[in-house]
């Protein structure tokens, strides 16, 4: 696509429950990335993925959270048992590569409420 | 570690007022720079990057300059327009590839 792809764009959960969140990256990106973007909290960056190197779980805040990320093109944001400090807006962004200046591409986001 | 730190917002000035959103940054050696835009109801895009030291940034009107003496990259504009209302991200490009953004400063342009 022209783009990456995020969807839901808007998911309402009940506390515990388990949400599955999508991204669809630029055609070719071999990076893909997860982050978190909280009221007053800024970006806070999830986990990363390029090529077929083990993934960068580094920020990752609890092991409630997963990421896989299929063929090296589709990748799914998995949240266990959610919380209501897990509401926020959850942004995937690829680049062609990891090195370099090379510019990363963000999607519009899926927002997440957790009741 | 790698971090980054930008001025608290939220900033409201008159339009055709200067612009300058500062940010610092703390890593080692000398990571690639960026500032990202968000306009409302937008994803986050590239404003502007800078790669190495004395590099200066520039677009649509903003610069940044790559300051390794002082380890910042300041955002400036010579005269804001209320389209440029949104919230600016500095960040540096990590070791592992990938970004570490500030908090953001959201900026409001009064007609």
């Known amino acids: 696509g022209a783009g990456v792809s995020q969807s839901p764009s808007n998911k309402v959960t009940e506390k515990g429950k388990d949400v599955e969140l999508r991204c669809d990256p630029i055609?070719?990106?071999?990076?893909l990335y997860w982050y978190r973007q909280s009221l007053g909290q800024g970006l806070e960056f999830l986990i990363y993925f390029q090529g077929n190197s083990a993934p960068d779980k580094s920020g990752l805040p609890s092991d409630r959270f997963s990421a896989e990320r299929t063929g090296g093109s589709v990748s799914t944001l998995t949240i266990q048992r959610t919380q209501q400090e897990d509401s926020a807006v959850y942004l995937c962004?690829?680049?062609?590569?990891?090195?370099?200046?090379?510019?990363?591409?963000f999607g519009e986001g899926s927002r997440l409420t957790v009741l | 570690g790698n971090s980054v730190t930008q001025m608290e917002g939220p900033v409201t000035l008159s339009e055709e007022a200067f612009l300058t959103i500062n940010c610092t940054y703390t890593?080692?050696?000398?990571?690639?720079l960026f500032w990202y835009v968000q306009y409302p109801g937008e994803g986050l895009q590239l404003l502007l990057k800078?790669?190495?030291?004395?590099d200066k940034g520039s677009n649509k009107g903003f610069e940044a300059t790559y300051r390794k003496e002082t380890t910042s990259f300041h955002l400036e504009k010579g005269s804001v327009q209320v389209s440029d209302s949104a919230v600016y991200f500095c960040?540096?490009?990590?070791?592992?590839?990938?970004?570490?953004f500030g908090k953001g400063t959201k900026l409001s342009v009064k007609p």
């Open positions: 962004a690829s680049s062609l590569g990891p090195s370099g200046a090379g510019e990363l591409f």
């Open positions: 055609s070719g990106h071999t990076a």
């Open positions: 800078a790669t190495k030291a004395d």
């Open positions: 890593a080692t050696g000398y990571p690639s």
């Open positions: 960040a540096l490009k990590g070791s592992q590839g990938n970004l570490i």
